[in-house]
């Protein structure tokens, strides 16, 4: 190696590896390499780690490599896959050792498994057009392009085919991951849904569990369970080879507080009757976009399966449904709302190709490629419509003159279905009875403002869930909150007067046996954030 290579190595920490015989080249960027800057932050500009160093393994015997240096040497670890973390829990002040798993993005199938290997680092795009176009199958995983499948997946994921073929933890078959025993000792383990698999346990805690919390995952395998016993089976879901595709506007200059309701009453209501997974309308997701005033539009954006029978019947009585009595008319979505796009060619539904479709939708948005976003989100499942209080509470917060904010929306999805079949402590996705999301988020540029954007919408949060503490319970009402959009307020007593934890308000019964897991997986609590699951 020459003088020049050689302060090269020194400079972004090549360090020369053997695992299994093979021969590999980890890199760890340093804080005084040029990219450095670029790889101690996420999405969330918020959030900006200091690590001593940042790792970027290729291979699952890297990243042990990686996880035993930092154990040996006593640093703290987080976990990046994708980038687009909600709070702090990668990006942390006190993290010595951040383990980026960007590089490593395969995706194909495994005939060894006989499934689809997916590395942590894929992005939800990639994987969707890797396996459609391998195999003409797909998973219900979610719509934006560059989430990817590292925290996706095991924090039990969903998307616009889940009411029809359930969460993407549903068709996980197995999981990779590096952990570390009671000694130290870092170890790379495949855990599997089989019954008779010893390390059964780990697969079931990646169902639902969340990143971050028993060690780091480097690939997942995707099989359907109907494949296990039946060679015939199909080993995932085939997408419908069309979709209709519609989205709708009403302008908030014609909306008074009557027709708010009505439109969050009907829109809520359909999804309250329309819960059969076996069901044309199983084949329809919507979202409902309440932006606030200043937006100038809400929106609704739409997708139907155009391969049942009566498709273009199911949509048109939907959108019938949601606008009745309304009393202002529908029109295109000719405004940006939150990450999405205007979508103006779209006020009448379009039948388009399902991969042209889920391309457009995914991809695009200025929001999730703006260097300067700064972000808060929060999140509740609900069992039920919301209450006329709730619904009187949502209208006054977007529409609060003191508060101007175009991306700032409370968004209402589609949920249930097919999602609902499944028994809650099967999987560690514990809400298997609810029949909506809801998400409460606002978006910013400048760090002066974040005491404004921030009060916002946790005094929003705080009142629609009131009764309960200012939190959503697992109760009648509500199943608690989605730990992919986690929010550190939930442990916050400020915001949460409820006694219930956010782990409790995550995971609710199965809290416990999660918590079994890590004692057995992580009994070191080497992989742990603000809210991870307690050892």
């Given amino acids: 190696?020459?003088?020049?290579?050689?302060?090269?190595?020194?400079?972004?920490?090549?360090?020369?590896?053997?695992?299994?015989?093979?021969?590999?080249?980890?890199?760890?960027?340093?804080?005084?390499?040029?990219?450095?800057?670029?790889?101690?932050?996420?999405?969330?500009?918020?959030?900006?780690?200091?690590?001593?160093?940042?790792c970027l393994?290729?291979?699952g015997p890297e990243v042990r490599r990686a996880v035993q240096d930092a154990v040996t040497a006593r640093k703290r670890i987080s976990?990046?896959?994708?980038?687009?973390?909600?709070?702090?829990?990668?990006?942390?002040?006190?993290?010595?050792?951040?383990?980026?798993?960007?590089?490593?993005?395969?995706?194909?199938?495994?005939?060894?498994?006989?499934?689809?290997?997916?590395?942590?680092?894929?992005?939800?795009?990639?994987?969707?057009?890797?396996?459609?176009?391998?195999?003409?199958?797909?998973?219900?995983?979610?719509?934006?392009?560059?989430?990817?499948?590292?925290?996706?997946?095991?924090?039990?994921?969903?998307?616009?085919?889940?009411?029809?073929?359930?969460?993407?933890?549903?068709?996980?078959?197995?999981?990779?991951?590096?952990?570390?025993?009671?000694?130290?000792?870092?170890?790379?383990?495949?855990?599997?849904?089989?019954a008779d698999d010893p390390n059964r346990d780990l697969w079931w805690a990646h169902t639902g569990g969340g990143g971050g919390n028993f060690g780091v995952v480097t690939r997942y395998w995707l099989r359907s369970p109907a494949a296990d016993d039946d060679d015939t089976a199909p080993l995932l879901p085939a997408p419908p080879s069309e979709v209709l595709v519609s989205a709708v506007s009403w302008e908030w200059a014609?909306?008074?507080?009557?027709?708010?309701?009505?439109?969050?009453?009907?829109?809520?209501?359909?999804?309250v009757r329309n819960q059969d997974p076996d069901s044309p309308a199983a084949g329809l997701f919507a979202t409902l976009q309440l932006n606030h005033r200043s937006n100038g539009q809400i929106g609704m954006l739409t997708q139907m399966d155009a391969s049942v029978a009566a498709a273009e019947a199911v949509l048109a009585e939907f959108l019938d449904a949601v606008g009745d009595g309304v009393d202002v008319p529908t029109g295109p979505v000719?405004?940006?709302?939150?990450?999405?796009?205007?979508?103006?060619?779209?006020?009448?539904?379009?039948?388009?190709?399902?991969?042209?479709?889920?391309?457009?939708?995914?991809?695009?948005?200025?929001?999730?490629?703006?260097?300067?976003?700064?972000?808060?989100?929060?999140?509740?499942?609900?069992?039920?419509?919301?209450s006329e209080d709730q619904v009187g509470i949502a209208y006054r917060y977007l529409t609060d003159a003191e508060y101007r904010n175009d991306t700032a929306l409370l968004l209402?999805?589609?949920?249930?279905?097919?999602?609902?079949?499944v028994?809650?402590?099967?999987?560690?996705?514990?809400?298997?009875?609810?029949?909506?999301?809801?998400?409460?988020?606002?978006?910013?540029?400048?760090?002066?403002?974040?005491?404004?954007?921030?009060?916002?919408?946790?005094?929003?949060?705080?009142?629609?869930?009131?009764?309960?503490?200012?939190?959503?319970?697992?109760?009648?009402?509500?199943?608690?909150?989605?730990?992919n959009y986690p929010d550190a307020d939930l442990d916050d007593p400020a915001w949460n007067r409820s006694g219930r934890s956010g782990v409790e308000l995550y995971y609710g019964v199965n809290y416990p046996r999660l918590r079994a897991v890590k004692r057995r997986w992580d009994p070191r609590n080497v992989f742990r954030h603000r809210q991870s699951i307690q050892p």
């Fill in 1 to 54: 190696m020459n003088g020049a290579s050689m302060e090269q190595g020194r400079l972004i920490g090549l360090e020369d590896t053997a695992e299994n015989g093979r021969k590999s080249t980890l890199v760890r960027v340093l804080p005084q390499d040029g990219r450095y800057p670029d790889l101690v932050r996420g999405k969330n500009q918020r959030w900006v780690g200091r690590p001593d160093y940042v």
């Fill in 57 to 59: 393994p290729t291979s």
């Fill in 79 to 194: 976990i990046r896959s994708g980038g687009h973390c909600y709070e702090d829990f990668v990006y942390h002040p006190d993290v010595n050792v951040v383990i980026d798993l960007s590089e490593m993005t395969k995706v194909y199938f495994d005939p060894r498994m006989n499934a689809f290997a997916v590395e942590a680092g894929a992005e939800l795009l990639d994987v969707y057009e890797t396996i459609y176009r391998l195999r003409g199958v797909t998973f219900p995983g979610g719509m934006c392009y560059s989430v990817a499948a590292g925290g996706h997946i095991c924090g039990a994921g969903y998307g616009f085919l889940s009411r029809k073929h359930g969460l993407v933890v549903d068709h996980l078959y197995a999981v990779e991951v590096v952990v570390v025993d009671e000694d130290g000792i870092a170890r790379l383990v495949t855990a599997t849904r089989e």
């Fill in 254 to 271: 014609a909306m008074t507080e009557t027709s708010f309701r009505r439109l969050v009453d009907n829109f809520t209501g359909w999804q």
């Fill in 334 to 386: 000719t405004n940006a709302m939150g990450e999405h796009l205007p979508r103006p060619e779209l006020v009448t539904p379009r039948r388009l190709p399902w991969l042209q479709a889920t391309q457009m939708l995914a991809t695009g948005s200025p929001m999730l490629t703006n260097p300067s976003m700064r972000a808060k989100y929060r999140s509740a499942y609900l069992r039920v419509a919301l």
């Fill in 412 to 421: 209402l999805s589609a949920y249930g279905g097919r999602v609902n079949s």
């Fill in 423 to 483: 028994p809650p402590r099967a999987t560690a996705a514990v809400q298997r009875d609810s029949v909506l999301k809801l998400l409460i988020q606002n978006y910013w540029t400048d760090p002066a403002d974040d005491a404004h954007h921030l009060g916002w919408i946790r005094e929003f949060y705080r009142d629609v869930f009131s009764e309960t503490g200012g939190v959503p319970l697992h109760d009648e009402r509500t199943g608690g909150c989605y730990v």
